[in-house]
T-cell receptor, first 113, second 109 residues
Framework: DADVTQTPRNRITKTGKRIMLECSQT?????MYWYRQDPGLGLRLIYY???????NKGEISDGYSVSRQAQAKFSLSLESAIPNQTALYFC????????????FGPGTRLTVL | RKEVEQDPGPFNVPEGATVAFNCTYS??????FFWYRQDCRKEPKLLMS?????NEDGRFTAQLNRASQYISLLIRDSKLSDSATYLCVVMGSNYQLIWGAGTKLIIKP
């Protein structure tokens, strides 16, 4: 079984709808991240969490919110989706040590019409 | 200027050849550097960290040039399976990772 899972894997929705993307991990890591990837751009950090009680905004948090329900679960919400939020979304985890690898989920391809 | 810049490619290289990519970064205070590999429509995976003294892992060699603020990745004896996008990643002063947009490599038989 995959260490980092994301649901759904693909989603098509309409402008104005509320969407939740979910991420679960079995690696036992404290740190979790949400990124989006757009063609021609690097991964951009949306939100990150260093433990259950810690939530931090990333580079592009506007229009998004997150919830860290447990050490293993970190969800991303789009309260009112807009077309420029069409992107590939990745969840990632890492342990507490600096300079360590981030482990990614398989991604969620979101299309907002 | 982007914080991390890469040539998007694609680099079309015959199997068995040697290929090298560079990546430039703007923050001279950056301390940690990485190369990730991303296959088409898949998640990124760590290829290797880049150490100040340079490091080698099989056919892959990574180098850091702090004076000119770039890192490089050299792939020797390229394989068809090396076809992927290679992402340059730099740890910023706030310990967040800054990702390049990637260099696409296509190995041709």
């Amino acid at each position: 079984d995959a260490d980092v899972t994301q649901t759904p894997r693909n989603r098509i929705t309409k402008t104005g709808k509320r969407i939740m993307l979910e991420c679960s991990q079995t690696k036992g890591h404290d740190r979790m991240y949400w990124y989006r990837q757009d063609p021609g751009l690097g991964l951009r950090l949306i939100y990150y969490s260093f433990d259950v009680k810690d939530i931090n905004k990333g580079e592009i948090s506007d229009g998004y919110s997150v919830s860290r329900q447990a050490q293993a679960k970190f969800s991303l919400s789009l309260e009112s989706a807009i077309p420029n939020q069409t992107a590939l979304y990745f969840c990632a985890t890492s342990d507490l040590t600096l300079n360590t690898e981030q482990f990614f989920g398989p991604g969620t391809r979101l299309t907002v019409l | 200027r982007k914080e991390v810049e890469q040539d998007p490619g694609p680099f079309n290289v015959p199997e068995g050849a040697t290929v090298a990519f560079n990546c430039t970064y703007s923050n001279s205070a950056s301390q940690s550097f990485f190369w990730y590999r991303q296959d088409c429509r898949k998640e990124p995976k760590l290829l290797m960290s880049v150490y100040s003294s340079g490091n080698e892992d099989g056919r892959f060699t990574a180098q850091l040039n702090r004076a000119s603020q770039y890192i490089s990745l050299l792939i020797r004896d390229s394989k068809l399976s090396d076809s992927a996008t290679y992402l340059c990643v730099v740890m910023g002063s706030n310990y967040q990772l800054i990702w390049g947009a990637g260099t696409k490599l296509i190995i041709k038989p």
